[in-house]
């Protein structure tokens, strides 16, 4: 979650940068309109209008737009929010179905579910590379939860965020 927001000025910068060019391509086309279908006020020596050409830039610099914004920026909210209200503390909770084979294209998963005592169930899915590389740090929360799946009598206490899913703390309950 720390790195996604990280990107976000990043994500800022590209948004203010792209609106001039949004903004510029729909004056184009609006002026490229009305030049083609009202006299010309002025001398017959202004440049030819071109509203398919402007039309067309301004359809691709607002496609371009909407979808960085959609597809880049869909993350943000999420991720504001929950570093917002932080996570959510649960106790007595269940790990099941631990799946370390979980095969996506070219990158493998771990796929596990934890389950508090009235049955409410979160699905969490890691890349195995991301665990590997946390499970050498001590109290490193997946680290502890991996270990709580892998004892099926185990039940832990976490703390995770809602909305992204992450599991910010967790301590084996005795």
């Known amino acids: 979650m720390r790195a996604k927001l990280a990107t976000l000025p990043l994500f800022a910068l590209l948004c ?17 309109i009305l030049r083609r279908f009202l006299l010309p006020a002025r001398g017959r020596h202004a440049r030819a209008p071109h509203p398919g050409v402007a039309t067309a830039a301004f359809v691709l610099s607002a496609s371009a737009f909407a979808f960085a914004y959609a597809d880049l920026g869909a993350g943000y909210l999420p991720a504001l929010q929950d570093w917002w209200e932080g996570p959510t503390h649960y106790e007595g909770l269940t790990c099941q179905n631990l799946d370390e084979k979980s095969v996506s294209r070219r990158r493998v998963f771990s796929t596990f579910e934890l389950v508090d005592s009235n049955g409410v169930m979160w699905s969490f899915k890691i ?23 892998r004892i099926p009598t185990m039940t832990l206490d976490a703390s995770i965020y809602p909305r992204t899913g992450i599991i910010a703390e967790a301590s084996v309950r005795q």
């Not at 203010?16 to 490229?32: E, K, N």
Request: hydrophobic share 50%; proline share 5%.
């Open 127 to 149: 890349a195995r590379s991301d665990l590997r590389a946390v499970s050498t740090r001590l109290g490193h929360p997946y680290t502890t939860v991996l270990t709580a799946c």
């Open 16 to 32: 203010i940068g792209w609106v001039p060019i949004v903004w510029a391509s729909l004056r184009w086309m609006v002026r490229d």
